[in-house]
């Protein structure tokens, strides 16, 4: 599968800003998605990033760059409920399977 | 509104047994996955499907099978329990096209001992 790395461990402060990287492998690209995962619950689907650039979703946003292999998910005015694990996730070169990074673990603190 | 219903929850297990983990979803999806999780180790594709009667193999597929007999179900087995199976599993489904997301079922805590 394509390697995909990021972060194992970030922590911010609630109400500040955070940017979660993630570079995966460029050959056989389609597409990169980002999820969220609260402990012990399933992973739920944040954003789509297949062209260069920003998509903004209230308070997280997704960047991507294809000719670098890489992506951020920022989050803005961070709270408590946003201590999860964030993956990163780059579809195959099939375009049938997501293949994922090991999960950004963020912990939002007082 | 169901979505991605996976049966059972829990389930522990002895070594060598066998047992199905069963996956339904009534979102009418062709595309459907068997993942299992591993601290430390993240989401790995074990088998996938891209439409009834398909299945294909992922990134860890020894000692397991699948079967897609129906559109809405995708079953996954183990037919000699071993305890690095000890995992948790996750079904998932999507659409076909690039920007369609996977939606995720709750996930079956499987030990093995």
């Known amino acids: 599968g394509q390697n995909i790395d990021q972060p194992t461990e970030m922590t911010a402060t609630e109400g500040a800003i955070v940017q979660i990287n993630c570079t995966y492998q460029?050959?056989?690209?389609?597409?990169l998605f980002w999820y969220q995962q609260h402990a012990g619950e399933a992973p739920t689907f944040l954003s789509y990033?297949?062209?260069?650039g920003l998509e903004e979703k209230g308070r997280f946003s997704s960047f991507l760059s294809r000719s670098k292999g890489y992506s951020y998910l920022l989050l803005k005015e961070l709270q408590m409920k946003d201590s999860a694990s964030y993956l990163c996730?780059?579809?195959?070169?099939?375009?049938?399977?997501?293949?994922f990074g090991k999960g950004t673990s963020l912990l939002v603190t007082p | 509104n169901a979505g991605v219903t996976q049966t059972p929850k829990f389930r522990v297990l002895k070594t060598g047994q066998s047992m199905t983990l069963l996956c339904a979803q009534d979102m009418n999806h062709e595309y459907m996955y068997w993942y299992r999780q591993d601290p430390g180790m993240g989401l790995r594709l074990i088998h996938y499907?891209?439409?009834?009667?398909?299945?294909a193999k992922g990134e860890v597929p020894d000692g397991y099978n699948v079967s897609r007999l129906k559109k809405q179900n995708f079953l996954l087995g183990l037919e000699s329990a071993a305890p690095s199976q000890t995992s948790v599993y996750f079904c998932?489904?999507?659409?076909?096209?690039?920007?369609?997301?996977?939606?995720f079922g709750d996930g079956t805590r499987l030990s093995i001992l």
């Open positions: 460029t050959s056989g690209f389609n597409g």
């Open positions: 996730a780059a579809l195959s070169n099939s375009g049938y399977a997501l293949n």
């Open positions: 998932a489904s999507r659409d076909p096209g690039g920007n369609q997301p996977q939606h």
């Open positions: 499907s891209v439409g009834e009667g398909t299945t």
């Open positions: 990033n297949v062209l260069d």
